[in-house]
Structure formats: C-alpha cells, structure tokens
C-alpha cells in the first residue's frame, strides 16, 4: 500500500481544513486507516482511525469534537476535517494503514504516508 498525504498549510487559529490521504497498491477496504501527528521536539501521537468499512471510528481527547475522519472508497481516499484549529495543532501530520479492524496504536499500522505540515498562527 502506498499512501499520499496532503492538503496541509498554513491557517489561522480557528480556522479550517481538510488533509487527505490516497491510497493505492491493494484493497482500500481490507485496511483501517489512521491519521497521526508530530510536532517539534515530541513523539508522534495518535489522532484518529477509522476502519476498513468506515463504520467505526475513534478519536483521541485532543481532537474529540473539532476533527472529522471519513473514508471514500470509490477514491481510495481517507480524510481529516480538521475544524477549530489552535497554534497547539501545528505538526507534521501523518496517514497509515493497519490489517487490524480498527486501532490506535502506531506498531499496529504497516504503512505510512509521507506527513503533510500544518501551521497554525495565532
């Protein structure tokens, strides 16, 4: 699976946008899909999975409420809605794709797209 992260930027607190990550390689549907972070001087984190048939999703606490995770599977394609944004969001933003049903833990996901940046002004 190879996976292609983008729509980052720059954006003002408050403000919006919506990352995507395409697909290609093997069958979309058979991998849940991640989104996770980094920003300067900290571990990757973990933000939000949805699994292979887009009927479940889970968030993390920091995102819970303002970021959206879907899935299109005619475009092979995950997003991440990213709403309310804070200067804390600022990162390198990261997609991947895990065998598992759905998951939030990094070593569960075999594929990793490239990272798009995002920045956040206040």
């Known amino acids: 699976v190879q996976l292609q992260a983008s729509g980052g930027g720059l954006v003002q607190a408050g403000g919006s946008l919506r990352l995507s990550c395409a697909a290609s390689?093997?069958?979309?549907?058979?991998?849940?899909m991640g989104w996770f972070r980094q920003a300067p001087g900290t571990e990757r984190e973990f933000l939000s999975a949805?699994?292979?048939?887009?009927?479940?999703?889970t968030y993390a606490d920091s995102v819970k409420g303002r970021f959206t995770i879907s899935r299109d599977g005619a475009k092979n394609t995950v997003y991440l809605q990213m709403n309310s944004l804070k200067p804390e969001d600022t990162a390198v933003y990261y997609c991947?794709?895990?065998?598992?049903?759905?998951?939030?833990?990094?070593?569960?996901?075999?594929?990793w797209g490239q990272g798009t940046l995002v920045t956040v002004s206040s």
């Open positions: 991947a794709a895990s065998p598992w049903e759905i998951t939030t833990q990094q070593n569960n996901y075999d594929y």
């Open positions: 390689g093997r069958t979309f549907s058979r991998y849940s």
């Open positions: 949805i699994s292979g048939s887009g009927g479940s999703t």
